[in-house]
C-alpha cells in the first residue's frame, strides 16, 4: 500500500474544489443563459402610473381564459357581464416560465366569440402574457398559466 503524502493530501483537496467550483460556475452560466430575468426596462418608471392602469383595467371587468387542444390555441374574453367582448391590439407571448429559448409570440385571428391562432405546444406549463386594449383605448394586461397534457 502507498503512503499517504502532503502531496497526495493537496491533490485530492484541490480536486474536490476545482469541482465544486465547477459545478457552481456551470449552474450560473445555465442560470443567466436560460432566463433573461427582464420584465420591464425601468421598474421606477413602470410603478408611475401602475394604480391608474390597475384601476382602468378593473373598472372593463374583462376576463381571459386561454384554453389549447390539437394544436390551436385559444384565447376567451368576457366582459363583467359575462358575454364576449372584442379586444383591438392583440399581442400574445406563450413560453416556458423558466427559459425564453421556447418563447413565440403567435399571431391570432377572431374565430366566433373566440381568438384563435395555430401553435405547437408541447407537454407542461405554459406561461400566457396578454396585452389589448378596448374599444376606448383602455389597456387590459394579464399573465396566465396554460397546461397542456398528453
Same mark, same amino acid.
Given at each position: 500500500?502507498? $503512503? !499517504? ?10 480536486? +474536490? ?10 449552474? +450560473? ?9 427582464? $420584465? ?5 418608471? +413602470? ?5 391608474e392602469r390597475k384601476a382602468a383595467q378593473l373598472a372593463l371587468g374583462w376576463v381571459m381564459v386561454p384554453?389549447? $387542444? ?22 400574445v407571448l406563450v413560453g416556458r416560465t423558466t427559459e425564453a429559448k421556447d418563447d413565440t409570440n403567435p ?24 396585452? +389589448? ?5 383602455? !389597456?387590459? $394586461? ?9
Amino acid at each position: 500500500m502507498a $503512503e !499517504l503524502t502532503g502531496k497526495h493530501v493537496f491533490a485530492i483537496t484541490a480536486s +474536490a474544489f476545482a469541482v465544486i467550483i465547477g459545478v457552481n460556475v456551470l449552474l +450560473a452560466v445555465k442560470a443567466v443563459s436560460t432566463f433573461p430575468g427582464l $420584465e420591464v426596462e425601468n421598474s421606477y418608471v +413602470a410603478g408611475q402610473d401602475f394604480n391608474e392602469r390597475k384601476a382602468a383595467q378593473l373598472a372593463l371587468g374583462w376576463v381571459m381564459v386561454p384554453g389549447y $387542444e390539437n394544436g390551436k390555441m385559444t384565447l376567451a374574453f368576457t366582459g363583467s357581464d359575462g358575454l364576449p367582448v372584442a379586444v383591438g391590439d392583440l399581442q400574445v407571448l406563450v413560453g416556458r416560465t423558466t427559459e425564453a429559448k421556447d418563447d413565440t409570440n403567435p399571431v391570432f385571428a377572431r374565430d366566433g366569440d373566440l381568438y384563435a391562432a395555430d401553435v405547437a405546444l408541447g407537454r407542461g406549463k405554459w406561461m400566457v402574457k396578454v396585452t +389589448a386594449r378596448s374599444a376606448d383605448g383602455t !389597456l387590459f $394586461e394579464q399573465r396566465s398559466e396554460l397546461y397542456v397534457k398528453g
